[in-house]
């Protein structure tokens, strides 16, 4: 975005790694938290994007996670559970700040994750719904492969704007899924029991990203004027980005 020209600021866990001490871009920390709280609430009428860690809420991870739609909480007695059970909840509370902000938000994952059963999350969607109507909240589902993917990848973002609809680029042609499906991120055997095990080799970091190139714009947003929060699809607004 900033180098289309638009102002705004990336949270990624990644980006701070190297640096000794707190993570101050992890919302897990108490540091990244407050500095994201403390970001969206400098921003005016922004697009806040959360591309929150789906590892542990993804179908694949079911083995360890204990997860599924009846139990999106899952077996909190693994650290990493645990972990993205909490990073979760802080994004909740992010995501409420945004709705009382009047921003703009996105939240992304991948076709199969869990996320939208946990608790905390649907009671925020439901009572969004229950102030702003059916409309208030929207899920689109759409293929990265028809944003430049290495693989075709099913996804899935829920917002509280309609315009979301427009990443559907309706379904993704065959010739061009085939060509991507040459892209193995998934090892297959069987254990001494005889079960099917499955774990992710290094090509699955790499499909983990938005891949959009040139031709491709994510949004197009305008505020209709400075006394409503109204969104259209002209113009871009100031985007502030937060990944976990």
């Given amino acids: 975005m900033r180098a289309a020209g638009h102002r705004s600021v990336r949270f990624d866990i990644m980006d701070a790694e190297q640096r000794p001490g707190t993570n101050f871009m992890d919302l897990q920390t108490d540091a990244g938290f407050a500095l994201a709280i403390l970001s969206i609430l400098k ?5 806040v994007h959360f591309g929150i860690k789906c590892s542990s809420f993804c179908v694949l991870n079911m083995g360890t996670s204990k997860r599924s739609a009846c139990n999106s909480i899952g077996y909190t007695g693994h650290e990493s559970v645990a972990y993205a059970n909490k990073l979760l909840e ?18 992304e994952q991948p076709a199969g994750s869990f996320l939208e059963y946990y608790p905390c999350w649907r009671s925020l969607m439901l009572a969004i719904r229950g102030v702003g109507g059916p409309y208030a909240v929207s899920t689109v589902r759409f293929w990265m492969g028809n944003y430049g993917s290495k693989t075709p990848k099913r996804h899935y973002l829920v917002s509280n704007t309609t315009v979301a609809y427009l990443l559907d680029r309706g379904r993704l042609k065959w010739a061009m899924r085939k060509g ?26 790499q499909t983990q ?4 190139d040139n031709k491709h714009d994510i949004f197009k947003f305008e505020v209709a004027n400075p006394d409503s929060p109204k969104i259209t699809q002209k ?9 976990s």
């Fill in 90 to 107: 802080r994004t909740t509370l992010l995501v409420m700040l945004c709705t009382a902000m009047d921003a703009c938000w996105t939240l």
């Fill in 235 to 243: 113009g871009y607004v100031t985007i502030s980005y937060i990944t």
């Fill in 43 to 47: 921003c005016h009428k922004a697009l």
């Fill in 209 to 212: 990203l938005l891949a959009f």
């Fill in 180 to 205: 991507m499906c040459t892209t193995k991120t998934v090892e297959r055997a069987r254990d001494q029991k005889g079960r099917v095990r499955y774990w992710g080799n290094k090509n699955l970091r």
